[in-house]
């Protein structure tokens, strides 16, 4: 008893600094009815106006070719005494500044606003590799944008004595880690209770793989809503890139047009929108899901939502195993490449997704039990077995661990029997169209 009113009094205070839920919506989920959706608005980089009157500084953001930004501050508000700090993470260069002390002495670059002029300014380069870590394991995250153009989507400066009105003289779009500075054709915004997708779409950008995009997203917000309560996710689209390149940082994402034109009939921008959703804490034995079930529930999702056939659905999991590799998913140490918890942690996932529905005659799935891991603080093996459970599924901790030690020995849970990739209309995969991605869950730049 205690600890239930306890745990109410928590949610309580949790919620009580909360947007209020807008009159006459309520959420429906895959299962049946929920709750009203409680909205939150997404940690943002920066902290912006609406008018200027609300503001104390005026930034404005303009392109210039190779991915270079330049961003020109006016102080408005001449009695505030708030001082202007900036901060660009490693990789990121600054090009020049006028009224900012630049200090480069840490992993990334600080400016400070010294008074000298009120109108600051710098100019900094997108273009650099930004290198962003997640436990031991540091990536580099592959540059947005073209050398010939002159637009870049580029991390937001992280902001402090704002708030700012952010302004895009030559076109642009501000997320709330990413930002599209240049020319923007369009925004299209797809909602669902109080969780928003907008998908920022830039000139030249292929709208035919945009509006599939958009069909795709609209089925998997409604059946999909994993965990966590931020109101908006931001898809920037990046045109002309041949592959399915695409990463996802916090609540924002940026991804290649030309995703689908991939052989493995899975969807750059579907991943991505899923890494939004993921709010869980992994523990290093874990971190396999976080790809894992990206993987896995785009798969299924478009499987669910009529955008695979049955045939499509099992030839994308055959796709799964096409590299007979071995590792141990809960060592990150032992992958032998980067797609292997993609592909083996999702061979994994659709085991565990058809037993999940069998025991539970299609009562409980895999989409839950993410939904579960999303409340817990730190999911290790253990949790993920308990979370198992508590749906239906009688796994033990070592029965997880046995399978992901070995995942290769397992086959994929098909909905027909074992597909004959050869007897598909698409393309071989090929090395040269994997999804490129890096989910950076523990984003080190805030
Ligand atoms: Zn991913």
Redesign the pocket.
Known sequence: MFHRSALALAFLLLFSSLAVVPVGVSATGHNGTEGPTQCLNPASHISTADTADDANYRVKFTPRLNGVVVANYTRLDIWSRSTVRLSLPAGYTVESATGFDVDNSSNRTGLDFNGETDDPSFVYQARNVEHAKSGELERSIKPYHDSSTKYATSIIPSHGGGPFLVEFPNGGHIGSTLMRVGPVDRVETISHGCHTIEIVVPEGADNEAVDRSIEQLTTVQRSFKGGGYNAKATLFVHPDHNNGF???TGEDVVYGDQWDQKADGLSTPV??Y??TRQHMDVSKDMWWY??AS??YHTARSLYDSDHLTAAEYDYTLAQFTRTNSSGDLTNWRTWPTEQFP?DYGGVYLSVLDADLREATDGKSTMKDVFRDLNQRDEVDTQAFARSLQRHGLNRTQADVEANLSNPNELTPAYQQSEPIVNDLIREPYTNSNI?S???TIIFYYN
């Open positions: 695409g990463t996802a991943h991505e899923i890494h976080i790809e990206a993987s993609y999804l991605c890096f989910s």
